[in-house]
C-alpha cells in the first residue's frame, strides 16, 4: 500500500474516531477533554518538508475547528506543534537516525526513551495553547492549570492506545 493511500486511511480513522465517537461520549469531568487528533502530525515520516508538515497540520487543526465549531482554536495548536517538531527531533535523535526516508516516529525507530520524551512535549505544547487559548474566554487560572494536566494524561493514555492499534512496521534503531 502506498505511503499517500495509507496516510489518506489513517486520518479518516482517526478523524472519525475524535470527532464521531469521542466527542459524543459524556464528559467525566469539566477539565477532561481528550483530544488525540494531533497524533497525525506526530506520526507523520521524518523526511516531509517543513512546508509540507504546517500545511497537513493545518488542514488537520482547520478541520477539528470546523467539527468542533471552535474558530482557529485547533488550527493554531497544530501549527504550534508542527512548527517546534523538527527542532524536538533534532534535538532528540542523532541526523543520520532522521534520514531513514519514509519513516515514522515510533519506539522502533526512535528508541522507547526519546519517542515518549517526543510524545509528551509535544502533547504539553498541544494542550498547553489550546487549553490557554480558551483559558482566556474564562479567566481563572486553577482551571486552566487543571484542564492542562487533566486533558494531557488522558490524551496521552490514548495516544498509547492507539499507538498499539496502528501497528506500524519500521526499521528498529
Known amino acids: 500500500m502506498s505511503i499517500l493511500l495509507k496516510n489518506i486511511i489513517r486520518i479518516s480513522i482517526i478523524l472519525f474516531f475524535q470527532v464521531f465517537i469521542v466527542t459524543k461520549i459524556p464528559p467525566l469531568h469539566q477539565f477532561i477533554v481528550p483530544y488525540f487528533y494531533f497524533v497525525l ?7 516531509i518538508t517543513r512546508i509540507n508538515l504546517l500545511l497537513m497540520a493545518f488542514l ?3 478541520l477539528m475547528d470546523w ?10 495548536a497544530s501549527l504550534l506543534m508542527a512548527y517546534l517538531r523538527p527542532y524536538l527531533v533534532n534535538l532528540l535523535l ?11 516516529p515510533s519506539t522502533k525507530t ?4 526519546p519517542y515518549s520524551i517526543y510524545i509528551v512535549v509535544l502533547t504539553l505544547f498541544h494542550h498547553s495553547y489550546l487549553i490557554f487559548l480558551e ?3 474564562f479567566g481563572s487560572f ?3 492549570i487543571g484542564k492542562l494536566l487533566a486533558t494531557g494524561i488522558v490524551s496521552l493514555l490514548m495516544i498509547l492506545i492507539v499507538d498499539l492499534f496502528f501497528n506500524r512496521k519500521s526499521k528498529s534503531r
Open 94 to 104: 542523532p541526523k543520520e537516525a532522521t534520514e531513514w526516508g519514509n519513516e515514522e
Open 110 to 113: 526512535m528508541g522507547s526513551v
Open 41 to 47: 502530525i506526530l506520526w507523520l515520516p521524518f523526511k
Open 142 to 144: 486553577l482551571y486552566f
Open 60 to 62: 488537520i487543526g482547520t
Open 67 to 76: 467539527f468542533f465549531k471552535t474558530p482557529g482554536l485547533h488550527a493554531a
Open 135 to 137: 483559558w482566556l474566554q
